[in-house]
């Protein structure tokens, strides 16, 4: 059953992590991202998109201003500011005060995007990337996203035990930064330098994920990738119903935030799944 646990924002409510499942609603402002780019990549679209995600009932919007797919250009940090900020802005000042998620690995970024009204670090690199992010991250009490990626992993590397060591390293980085382990939530980080199979085994395993990493929440990232599209030989635009599959299968296995394209759809099956285990 899922283990609960508290994680503090800086300038809202506290993250109940639990039973009930969190959803992440991406917010994408760029115009190469794989499935949804150049759709919300200025002001005013980005804003009506983060709108439309708090009508369904979001619980964090995730604002990126750049694209990590495979193949993308990298972004400078004045770009990527000229792209996050004004959003971020712009959703502060419409009055939504759902907890936003600031998606980079630039510690400049994320410094720029909490001071702007964000209030989570989502870092790509697991804060084994720039060694200032985990300083940013301390000074403002802000958690962070800690995404598993390692480059150096081939089709015979065992997933979770390489993922379990990778993950007790970003913890070391936090304790000697003063940031409590608590304020981390592990992202496996499907489909980042990982095969068809090593994506499944992930899911499939996340129990050891959790039992390895008690205190810690655990984000699902899932949505309309190609361990999906691989899978079902389906297009980004086609690959809800396998989103929602992982989604309930995440969920099954520990996760308690869930980063999704589709919120209310995920959100739905997110409900079912919940009733089942523990009761409408």
Same mark, same amino acid.
Not at 180 to 183: M, R, T, V
Not at 216 to 224: A, K, M, N, P, Y
């Given at each position: 059953m899922h283990k609960t646990h508290k994680v503090i924002l800086p300038k809202r409510s506290a993250l109940e992590l639990g039973v009930r499942p969190l959803i992440m609603g991406i917010l994408n402002v760029t115009p190469d991202s794989f499935s949804d780019g150049g759709k919300h990549d200025d002001v005013a679209r980005a804003l009506d998109h983060a709108r439309a995600m708090a009508k369904e009932g979001v619980d964090i919007i995730d604002v990126g201003g750049e694209s990590t797919r495979p193949g993308s250009e990298t972004v400078g940090v004045q770009e990527e500011l000229d792209r996050v900020i004004p959003v971020i802005d712009a959703i502060r000042q419409d009055g939504i005060e759902i907890p936003v998620s600031i998606d980079t690995y630039k510690p400049l970024v994320a410094d720029q995007a909490i001071q702007a009204g964000a209030d989570i670090i989502n870092d790509v690199h697991g /804060? *084994?990337?720039? %060694?200032? !992010?985990?300083? @940013?991250?301390?000074t403002y009490g802000a %958690? @962070?996203?800690? !995404?598993?990626?390692? $480059? =150096?992993w081939d089709e015979n590397t065992l997933p979770l035990p390489a993922i379990i060591r990778y993950f007790q390293k970003t913890q070391d980085i936090a304790q000697a930064a003063n940031l %409590? &382990?608590? *304020?981390i939530i592990l992202d496996p980080g499907f489909g980042f330098s990982k095969t068809l199979a090593q994506n499944y085994q992930i899911l499939r395993e996340l129990p050891e994920l959790a039992k390895a990493f008690p205190k /810690? =929440?655990? /984000? &699902? =990232?899932?949505? $309309?990738k190609s361990m999906i599209g691989r899978l079902l030989d389906k297009q980004p635009s086609e690959r809800l119903s396998g989103t929602i599959a992982t989604t309930v299968q995440g969920y099954e296995r520990g996760g308690h935030i869930f980063r999704v394209h589709d919120v209310a759809a995920n959100r739905d099956a997110l409900r079912v799944a919940q009733a089942t285990l523990y009761g409408p």
């Open positions: /804060l *084994q990337g720039a %060694p200032e !992010m985990v300083e @940013v991250a301390a %958690p @962070v996203i800690a !995404m598993h990626w390692d $480059r =150096g %409590p &382990i608590g *304020q /810690l =929440g655990i /984000l &699902i =990232g899932t949505s $309309r």
